[in-house]
């Protein structure tokens, strides 16, 4: 891949983080949030309007970096810049964001009382996903977790690939001097 297709894939990185970034941002402030002793809004979900536009460009957004890391690690290995501790360190990141994740669920929860099946909650006999449970599924916890599984992909991806070349070049260079 040619210098001005890196560029232009480096440029649609950015502005697909960046739009992706806002709309998960617009899905947050458009989340009830319950106060304790306070009263439910019957105004329906109007963060709604904005989870399908996210999740379009998200995915975009992921696939993307997919690929870009694909590009840049796979060029790392070649040059034999890339050590198994980055993997390590993306693991690690990964194990610490979803924890946290578990307890902002709890954090919520607890602050609605439960969950929709608890006769003491304040969603008790809603659906799981509601104007107070957005935030549970979309938030920048989850979202920095589909940032790191598009990185580990890319990453996997390339040393298979890199591994497929090795063994190519073994192969042919074994078959050219036999």
Partial sequence: ???SKHRLLFLWLVLLAFVSICLLALIDLFTYRARPGGHLSGNGN???LFMIPFFLVYIAFVAVLGTSS???????F?????AAEWVCILIIIGISLCGLEKLYITEILATLGGGPSNPQSMIYGWSRFN???????INYITFALGVLIAILTGYATALIQYIKDKEERIEHSNG???
């Fill in 1 to 3: 891949m040619n210098e």
């Fill in 46 to 48: 109007p963060a709604a």
């Fill in 70 to 76: 694909n590009i840049v690690f796979r060029r790392g």
């Fill in 78 to 82: 070649f040059q034999r810049k890339f």
């Fill in 131 to 137: 104007q107070y449970t957005n935030n549970i599924f």
């Fill in 176 to 178: 050219n001097t036999g």
